[in-house]
Every structure is written in C-alpha cells, then in structure tokens.
Nanobody, 118 residues
C-alpha cells in the first residue's frame, strides 16, 4: 500500500497561484502513475491531472490545460501540482492518488483544501 500526504492548499485570490505537493511513502515501487483530483461542495470528485512515474508523461483535464502543471520528483517521491490563474471554480478539496499499471487509483491522500477568493 502507498501512503500519500498532500500539502500546500490554502486561501488565494482569483488570478493567483498555488503549488500543491504530495509526498508518497510505503510500497512506491509498484506505483505507475500519480494524479490529482478535486471535489467541490455538492459535486462529484473530478480528475485534474496525472503523471506517469517513470516517463513523466502527463494528461490534463480540459479545465486544467494551460493553467496547471503536474510534475514528479522521483528521488523525493513527490508529486506537485502548480496552479496558476486560479478561478473561483477551482476551489475544492484536492486529492492526490496513485495507481499501479493497468489498475484504477487505489491509494488516496486525505486532501488539501484550496479556497479562491474573488
């Protein structure tokens, strides 16, 4: 099992930036990819971005393209989500998740809240 701990959330003004981090521990050798998801009040959890651990290839939700950047640091077993030009609709609890190759996301962090003030 992989343990994930997010950090970096907080209050930011619309148009501002935040950098979220996710530290992984435990059985990380089996991790194929890590991703960020978010859930706003009253809404379903939605995909934001993912990065493949070995190659660093990335995929983004349309809402994140051009504004968010996901990256990983293999040595530190950390995944980051750089968020720029934040909008009110980006406010949510952001979750880090990890999965093995060919499998669904199984390991989840506890979440970090992002609040965007207008």
């Amino acid at each position: 099992q992989v343990q994930l701990v997010e950090s970096g959330g907080g209050l930011v003004q619309a148009g501002g930036s935040l950098r979220l981090s996710c530290a992984a521990s435990g059985r990380t050798s089996s991790t194929y990819a890590a991703g960020w998801f978010r859930q706003a009040p009253g809404k379903d959890r939605e995909f934001v971005a993912t990065v493949t651990w070995s190659s660093g290839s990335t995929v983004y939700a349309d809402s994140a393209k051009g504004r968010f950047t996901i990256s990983r640091d293999n040595a530190k077993k950390t995944v980051h989500l750089e968020m720029n030009s934040l909008k009110a609709e980006d406010a949510a609890v952001y979750y880090c998740a990890a999965r093995e190759a060919g499998r669904a996301y199984k390991s989840w962090g506890q979440g970090t809240q992002v609040i965007v003030s207008s």
